[in-house]
């Protein structure tokens, strides 16, 4: 659907208009396009405490993506480093002052050890606030703080939370913010996940807390990073429109075959789909009692899955005092209780094979609640919990499950909310409009991803930083 205000807004006349009242002037999003580099500009490199841990890791990653670097004043260790991989670098400022326009800002904050050392966040954040180009990336990589040996890391490091939640609120121009917390032994690992948030295909996820942790199964490398799914089997359910179409579009740009699914009624749509990208179509309804042992049988006579996406979902809305029976039980088996059936029949059958991925639709309603949605948050928060009560056991069969929670995406669905409700789900986030399915698609394709071993147990919301829920 289109966005009006948005195109008014970056208009001529709009523009003049838009900056004389002091309303919102929304930047449309860079948005990833087949064939362009994960990042396009430079990223100025920061660092604090006695020893920042993860800079060897960053520049191998950088020499993997093509990436050209500079040094903060602060971090004059990071040129020897980038030297030493392979890169060509050098100091940002010119006689203490700014220089070039950066496109992202990564920060090293694994060696703050103590509250007293956060000068070193400020110094690097407000030398480079201005000078990160519009729909840029800031970065800050940190420790969990529930595995910091003493209290004191656990703190300083927790503390990260809310400066890159800040940052995702301050920076504007289509600007995103996040804060990624590595494990100790997993600093080889993150090249995925920094993959997925320099590029454009982070555009509409902003200040999300993420953890990168020691693989699960093996950790696989792509021959090639724009074909990381090739030779993979994914099936995605509700794949006949939206979210869903855009979700089995990635996957199959990725280079993996895709099963589409969805119910009987939606067969022409779900043939349409599937045969424009070469995948196969599954017709079925998932609520059934037969539906797990149908989808082991699918999955076996195509040699096993390695990704199952459960987007399929349905919502009834009604206020609970006003809510029928069957109408709770209904949004709660779909969006729910079948995907427990469903995960649980595939991993112990083996159909979802090892080194498997899971990957589940949540919402911000599962987070936030929402009026008349009881049951739709019931069965969204539950998927987190399943993802959260699960990742444990499924780990142990080498899978990784993960969710990902869209807040308001541009579909056939939120077209027909009224209007006043559909602006403020527009403009109520820090980039002042709202998403594609495209980009649930591209968070999704970061955790199907064979690199993201060591991506499991994780709930990123696709929102923008919405103002619900924060």
């Not at 060509?88 to 400022?93: D, E, L, M, P, V």
């Not at 043939?271 to 037969?290: F, P, Q």
């Amino acid at each position: 659907m289109t966005d009006g205000y948005l195109d008014f807004a970056n208009s001529p006349m709009g523009a003049k208009l838009i900056n004389a009242l002091g309303l919102p002037k929304p930047l449309p999003l860079e948005r990833h396009k087949a064939g362009q580099p994960v990042i396009q500009g430079s990223i100025l490199v920061g660092g604090g405490g006695a020893e920042p841990q993860l800079l060897e890791a960053l520049a191998a990653t950088f020499k993997s993506i093509g990436a050209q670097s500079v040094a903060h004043d602060k971090l004059p260790q990071w040129v020897s480093v980038a030297n030493k991989a392979g890169l060509t670098t050098g100091r940002w400022s010119v006689d203490g002052k700014p220089g070039e326009k950066v496109k992202a800002l990564v920060f090293d904050a694994t060696g703050l050890e103590d509250s007293t050392q956060s000068d070193a966040l400020y110094w690097f954040f407000h030398d480079a606030a201005r000078s990160v180009l519009p729909c840029g990336r800031v970065v800050i990589l940190g420790r969990p703080p529930e595995e910091c040996k003493s209290p004191r890391k656990a703190t300083v490091q927790r503390s990260l939370e809310g400066l890159a939640r800040s940052l995702g609120k301050e920076m504007k121009k289509g600007i995103n913010a996040q804060l990624v917390y590595v494990s100790e032994g997993a600093e080889g690992n993150i090249e995925s996940t920094m993959r997925f948030l320099l590029s454009p295909r982070s555009a509409y996820v902003s200040a999300q807390v993420m953890r990168v942790g020691k693989p699960v199964g093996d950790l696989v490398v792509p021959k090639d990073w724009n074909l990381p799914l090739a030779g993979k089997k994914v099936l995605v359910t509700g794949a006949s429109r939206g979210i869903g179409e855009a979700i089995a579009e990635v996957m199959a740009r990725d280079g993996a075959q895709v099963t589409c699914l969805d119910v009987p009624q939606a067969q022409a749509g779900l043939d349409e789909v599937a045969k424009r990208l070469g995948g196969i179509s599954l017709a079925m309804d998932i609520g059934s009692a037969e539906a797990p042992q149908k989808l082991v049988d699918a999955a076996k006579a195509q040699g096993g899955w390695d990704v199952v996406v459960h987007n399929a979902g349905v919502t009834r809305d009604k206020t609970i005092a006003n809510m029928k029976e069957h109408l709770w039980q209904l949004v709660v088996n779909v969006n729910l209780s079948t995907q427990e059936r469903i995960n649980e029949a595939l991993v112990a059958s083996g159909a979802l094979k090892s080194g498997g991925r899971i990957v589940c639709v949540s919402s911000i309603s599962g987070i936030a609640g929402n009026m008349g949605q009881t049951n739709y948050a019931v069965s969204k928060a539950g998927v987190i919990g399943m993802v959260n009560s699960s990742a444990p056991i499924f780990a142990e069969h080498g899978i990784t499950i993960n969710a990902v929670a869209p807040g308001f995406i541009e579909t056939q669905m939120t077209a027909a909310v009224p209007f006043a409700i559909r602006e403020a789900g527009r403009r109520m986030n820090s980039m002042s409009q709202g998403g594609q399915p495209v980009d649930v698609a591209e968070a999704i394709a970061w955790y199907a991803s064979p690199a993201s071993s060591g991506v499991t147990n994780n709930v990123i919301r696709v929102c923008g930083q919405s103002l619900i829920g924060a």
